[in-house]
T-cell receptor, first 112, second 110 residues
Framework: NAGVTQTPKFQVLKTGQSMTLQCAQD?????MYWYRQDPGMGLRLIYY???????DKGEVPNGYNVSRLNKREFSLRLESAAPSQTSVYFC???????????FGQGTRLTVV | KQEVTQIPAALSVPEGENLVLNCSFT??????LQWFRQDPGKGLTSLLL?????REQTSGRLNASLDKSSGRSTLYIAASQPGDSATYLCAVRHGYALNFGKGTSLLVTP
């Protein structure tokens, strides 16, 4: 059982470049999330998808877009990367609000 | 906005000690509270989930308690081992978002 899988694990971008972070879960979970983790700031929610076909903004959505491609996959896109988006990005999922959340191993993104 | 605070920020103990990590939150209208472990450069591993209606949950040497009315949770680790060294994160579910504390960095020395 793979759980939550994120690709890529590491990425270096130049300012202004675009990229998509991929996330897939094989647990038949309904809700999926993207968080970023920065030193001294903790984990903050970027976007989430409560169920297939829906997406909503979290605490820090500016500069990002998301797509819930199907029940398994939830992608995060940076259209024009900025150094402030240097961070570790985590994808998470769960069945519903009363169940535990599972996290992927993270994507370390550096924007130079 | 839900604020989650974890105390202490860092803790160093000798192997074999029992220890308590603290988590407090400002809004008691929560669905549940989840404790995670994070090793350096790794993802988050779920340790325990406590529903808002529960008082405690146990898994092996770990015991987590929840006092929703006072906005507090504790994670008790019995007979600590060097392999317990990691950062422990407390997260409160308030709506769809999980609101995280900044973590307690634990070092267990042999």
């Amino acid at each position: 059982n793979a759980g939550v899988t994120q690709t890529p694990k590491f990425q270096v971008l130049k300012t202004g470049q675009s990229m998509t972070l991929q996330c897939a879960q094989d647990m038949n979970h309904n809700s999926m999330y993207w968080y970023r983790q920065d030193p001294g700031m903790g984990l903050r929610l970027i976007y989430y998808s409560a169920s297939e076909g829906t997406t909503d903004k979290g605490e820090v959505p500016n500069g990002y877009n998301v797509s819930r491609l199907n029940k398994r996959e939830f992608s995060l896109r940076l259209e024009s990367a900025a150094p402030s988006q240097t961070s570790v990005y985590f994808c998470a999922s769960h069945i519903n609000l009363n169940t535990e959340a599972f996290f992927g191993q993270g994507t370390r993104l550096t924007v130079v | 906005k839900q604020e989650v605070t974890q105390i202490p920020a860092a803790l160093s103990v000798p192997e074999g000690e029992n220890l308590v990590l603290n988590c407090s939150f400002t809004d008691s209208a929560i669905y549940n509270l989840q404790w995670f472990r994070q090793d350096p450069g790794k993802g988050l591993t779920s340790l325990l989930l406590i529903q808002s209606s529960q008082r405690e949950q146990t898994s092996g040497r770990l015991n987590a308690s929840l006092d929703k009315s006072s906005g507090r949770s504790t994670l008790y680790i019995a007979a600590s081992q060097p392999g317990d060294s990691a950062t422990y994160l407390c997260a409160v579910r308030h709506g769809y978002a999980l609101n995280f504390g900044k973590g307690t960095s634990l070092l267990v020395t042999p």
